[in-house]
C-alpha cells in the first residue's frame, strides 16, 4: 500500500467508525466500494489509485448525517487533498468523485472516473450482508426487491459494474420467489 493510500485511510477512516448513521461503514460498505473500485478502474484503464482514494472518502460526509453527505464529504475531501499537495487536476477528479457517487448524479457525466465510483457503490451493496438484512427487516419485501433493482440500475452505470453485481442480484431475487 502507498504511502499516499495510508494517509486517506488514516484521514477517512474516523469519520466512518464514529458514523452513528451507520457504525459499520467502514469495515463493510467503505471496504467494499474500495474493493470494486479498484477492480472496476482496472477492467475499464483508469486510473486505479485516484479510484481507491475517491472510494475511501466518497461517504466521509455522512459523520455529519446523510443529508448532503456527498457535498459535504467533497469539501472535506478537497481540504484534505489540498493539504497532501496533490496536483490539482487529481483533486479536482476525486473531489467530483466524492460529490456525484450518488444515483442522481448517474448520467450527469461522462468522466469515466465518476462513473466508476457510481457503479462500485453500487456494486457494493449486493454484498454488504449487513446492509441487505437491515434493508430487508426495514423495507419488507416488496419494497427490499424494488431497492434491490434500483441498485442494480446504479451498479449497471457500466457494463462492468454489471457483470460484478449480475449473479449476486439474481440470487437475492431468486431467494424471494
Given at each position: 500500500?502507498?504511502?499516499?493510500?495510508?494517509?486517506?485511510?488514516?484521514?477517512?477512516?474516523?469519520?466512518?467508525?464514529?458514523?452513528?448513521?451507520?457504525?459499520?461503514?467502514?469495515?463493510?460498505?467503505?471496504?467494499?466500494?474500495?474493493?470494486?473500485?479498484?477492480?472496476?478502474?482496472?477492467?475499464?484503464?483508469?486510473?486505479?489509485?485516484?479510484?481507491?482514494?475517491?472510494?475511501?472518502?466518497?461517504?466521509?460526509?455522512?459523520?455529519?448525517?446523510?443529508?448532503?453527505?456527498?457535498?459535504?464529504?467533497?469539501?472535506?475531501?478537497?481540504?484534505?487533498?489540498?493539504?497532501?499537495?496533490?496536483?490539482?487536476?487529481?483533486?479536482?477528479?476525486?473531489?467530483?468523485?466524492?460529490?456525484k457517487h450518488g444515483t442522481q448524479w448517474i448520467g450527469t457525466t461522462d468522466k469515466l472516473e465518476v462513473k466508476v465510483i457510481q457503479a462500485a457503490d453500487g456494486v457494493a451493496l449486493f454484498f454488504d450482508e449487513i446492509l441487505l438484512e437491515r434493508k430487508q427487516k426495514q423495507l419488507g419485501e416488496e419494497k427490499f426487491l424494488r431497492k434491490i433493482d434500483a441498485w442494480f440500475t446504479k451498479a449497471c452505470t457500466l457494463d462492468s459494474g454489471k457483470k460484478l453485481a449480475e449473479t449476486r442480484y439474481k440470487e437475492l431475487i431468486a431467494n424471494f420467489k
Amino acid at each position: 500500500m502507498s504511502e499516499l493510500i495510508e494517509q486517506v485511510e488514516e484521514f477517512a477512516k474516523p469519520f466512518c467508525i464514529d458514523n452513528e448513521t451507520d457504525p459499520t461503514l467502514w469495515e463493510q460498505h467503505t471496504r467494499l466500494v474500495r474493493e470494486y473500485a479498484v477492480k472496476i478502474a482496472k477492467i475499464e484503464g483508469v486510473d486505479e489509485e485516484l479510484l481507491e482514494i475517491s472510494a475511501l472518502l466518497h461517504d466521509i460526509g455522512t459523520a455529519a448525517g446523510r443529508d448532503d453527505h456527498a457535498e459535504r464529504g467533497a469539501q472535506w475531501s478537497q481540504a484534505f487533498l489540498e493539504d497532501l499537495g496533490l496536483p490539482q487536476e487529481k483533486i479536482e477528479l476525486i473531489v467530483e468523485c466524492v460529490r456525484k457517487h450518488g444515483t442522481q448524479w448517474i448520467g450527469t457525466t461522462d468522466k469515466l472516473e465518476v462513473k466508476v465510483i457510481q457503479a462500485a457503490d453500487g456494486v457494493a451493496l449486493f454484498f454488504d450482508e449487513i446492509l441487505l438484512e437491515r434493508k430487508q427487516k426495514q423495507l419488507g419485501e416488496e419494497k427490499f426487491l424494488r431497492k434491490i433493482d434500483a441498485w442494480f440500475t446504479k451498479a449497471c452505470t457500466l457494463d462492468s459494474g454489471k457483470k460484478l453485481a449480475e449473479t449476486r442480484y439474481k440470487e437475492l431475487i431468486a431467494n424471494f420467489k
